[in-house]
């Protein structure tokens, strides 16, 4: 979104280094450094050889083309697509996790709903049984 109105890449690094977790943060700490230092696109490339994440490789290509001159929109709408669908398969996976959590914890609850209706059975039987021999 931002590529649309600002193609100014070391704005939009510097502005998204803020928001970024703290190694992250550090990463593009050095790289803005190298930016305002020298080549845009060696610092851009020496941040995904240090770093090495598939992802951050797909986005540095990314920010290459738009410091190139090309017309990246439907390259970024693609990767969007990509990053949803593996934020979704992440999702699955942590949500096939849970079942067996709250399979352990609907059985403790069984549990207690068990004992509870012997604990009611036996105090009313008890009590007839007293008003039995009281009687």
């Not at 600002?6 to 450094?33: C, F, M, V, W």
């Not at 004992?115 to 008003?131: C, E, H, K, W």
Request: glycine residues 6%; hydrophobic residues 40%.
């Amino acid at each position: 979104e931002t590529l649309k109105r600002d193609r100014n890449i070391l704005t939009i690094l510097d502005s998204y280094q803020r928001q970024a977790g703290p190694e992250l943060q550090k990463e593009l700490e050095i790289t803005t450094a190298q930016m305002r230092s020298g080549n845009y696109e060696l610092a851009l490339t020496k941040l995904e050889s240090r770093v090495g994440s598939p992802a951050l490789s797909d986005v540095v290509r990314g920010l290459s083309a738009v410091l190139r001159g090309d017309d990246t929109a439907q390259y970024w709408s693609a990767l969007e697509l990509k990053f949803a669908d593996i934020q979704r398969q992440n999702l699955i996976r942590e949500a096939q996790k849970v079942p067996s959590k709250v399979r352990r914890l609907s059985f403790c609850l069984l549990a207690c709903f068990v004992a509870t209706y012997f604990v009611v059975l036996g105090i009313q039987i008890f009590d007839s049984i007293g008003i039995m021999f009281a009687g």
